[in-house]
């Protein structure tokens, strides 16, 4: 399979430092080495230019904190994923999580025109606030409902009228909602799968269900945030929740999703190597790339 890895090296819709050097860590725990092991084609197109916080005035815009230069990183983030071959596997690097509202669209629009996609969304939080109720008003939780076309109208437009669809939506190891963000994901109707649930269903139910209720979509992303994983497993990352998906939860989601062959894309995001230790998080997250994508026990 032809890989493309592309970084978007962005810590503006968070609010701690560091994540920008997220697609610098998973390189240098050798994520192309280990897919071209897997007998993959790997070119790696670099990254995505991203301006440090202090260049930027951090309130243009609508108000919403660095709302015009994220908006301009995910926008070159959709134009060059969009750009590549149908063929081609993306394996886009973050950065916060807000660079999903460009990798998504871009996967979506892949080809000229737009796709139904699936979207696979592997995390502690939904992410599903818009500016209106977020607490805290950083754009890395808000951009699944950006994505469905709720929220900031430029955020929302960067599809150029493509949207998700709700429906099209699994989310796989919440743990953290604020309290209007679960009145929006009812109103929504996205399906989300608690720890609770991981405990009480397991991983492989879980899976089933999703690439059933996925069935229609034409393409499949996996949007992977690193804080997924439990604290002790990967601990470099800003938010980190307690409980979350253990080392082989993780991984066995990633093979189940490779033995259905329907995934098209993934997202690797929220790696943050200052709050890391000895790049633990990063190697970690390779490993769950590794999986997806063909590598087996035996």
């Avoid at 815009?61 to 926008?75: D, K, M, N, P, Q």
């Avoid at 950083?138 to 009228?161: E, K, Y």
């Avoid at 699994?170 to 743990?175: A, E, H, L, N």
């Avoid at 098209?264 to 970690?284: C, F, G, H, K, Y």
Wanted: with cysteine; hydrophobic share 40%; net charge negative.
């Amino acid at each position: 399979m032809d890989l493309s890895i592309l970084g978007i090296p962005m810590d503006l819709g968070a609010g701690r430092r560091g994540v920008d050097m997220g697609p610098s860590a998973l390189r240098n725990a050798h994520l192309a080495r280990t897919l071209r092991g897997l007998g993959h084609t790997v070119t790696d197109l670099g990254d995505v230019e991203v301006p440090l916080p202090e260049t930027v005035d951090k309130h243009a815009g609508s108000g919403l904190v660095f709302l015009e230069t994220i908006l301009a990183a995910c926008r070159s983030a959709a134009e060059q994923v969009a750009a590549l071959p149908e063929d081609t596997f993306p394996v886009t690097l973050g950065g916060d999580h807000s660079v999903s509202m460009g990798t998504v669209t871009g996967n979506a629009l892949r080809g000229g025109s737009p796709r139904r996609t699936g979207l696979i969304w592997v995390d502690a939080h939904t992410d599903y606030n818009t500016p209106q109720s977020s607490p805290s008003g950083n754009i890395h939780g808000m951009p699944v409902a950006h994505l469905t076309g709720r929220g900031d109208p430029q955020l929302a437009g960067l599809g150029g009228g493509w949207h998700l669809r709700p429906e099209d939506i699994v989310m796989i190891g919440i743990r953290s909602v604020d309290a209007k963000e679960r009145e929006l994901l009812r109103e929504a109707g996205v399906k989300a799968y608690t720890m609770k649930d991981v405990d009480q269903l397991g991983i492989t139910r879980i899976t089933a269900e999703t690439l059933e209720r996925l069935a229609g979509t034409e393409r499949l992303h996996v949007s992977f945030d690193a804080d997924a994983l439990d604290p002790s497993v990967a601990p470099g990352v800003g938010t980190p929740v307690p409980g979350g998906l253990t080392y082989r939860e993780g991984h066995l989601l990633m093979e189940l999703l490779a033995e259905s062959g329907r995934v098209t894309s993934l997202d690797i995001v929220e790696v943050n190597p200052v709050l890391d230790t000895r790049n633990q998080t990063a190697e970690v997250m390779v490993g769950m790339a590794a999986s997806l994508l063909g590598q087996r026990i035996l």
